[in-house]
Nanobody, 127 residues
Framework: QVQLVESGGGLVQAGGSLRLSCTASGRTLSDYAMGWFRQVPGKEREFVAAMTWSLRSTGYADSVKGRFTISRDNYKNTIYLQMNSLKPEDTAVYYC????????????????????WGQGTQVTVSS
């Protein structure tokens, strides 16, 4: 079982940047497909970005494509979400998620496909 802890959220002005981190313990992240999701009160959790365990493929929501980048540092057992050109509509609680790869080199874009979740980190973008 893997435990996930996010960090790096905060308050930033529109146009600014933040880098979120998701550090794992208990298992190595290279065994997992990983994803980032976000949620605002009253709305469903929505897909932001995802990567396969092999790093061969990544996927992004249309709303963040070209602005956000997902990456992984195997040595630190951490994944990142680099967020540039932030907009007020990016304001949300951001969650990282993991799913055992089990030999499938696929990334996943719906919350129900993930087994493990972090506690979330708040990102607020002011206009």
């Amino acid at each position: 079982q893997v435990q996930l802890v996010e960090s790096g959220g905060g308050l930033v002005q529109a146009g600014g940047s933040l880098r979120l981190s998701c550090t794992a313990s208990g298992r190595t992240l290279s065994d997992y497909a990983m994803g980032w999701f976000r949620q605002v009160p009253g709305k469903e959790r929505e897909f932001v970005a995802a990567m396969t365990w092999s790093l061969r493929s990544t996927g992004y929501a249309d709303s963040v494509k070209g602005r956000f980048t997902i990456s992984r540092d195997n040595y630190k057992n951490t994944i990142y979400l680099q967020m540039n050109s932030l907009k007020p509509e990016d304001t949300a609680v951001y969650y990282c998620a993991a799913r055992g790869a089990y030999g499938s080199d696929t990334y996943y874009s719906t919350p129900r496909e993930y087994s493990y979740w972090g506690q979330g980190t708040q990102v607020t973008v002011s206009s």
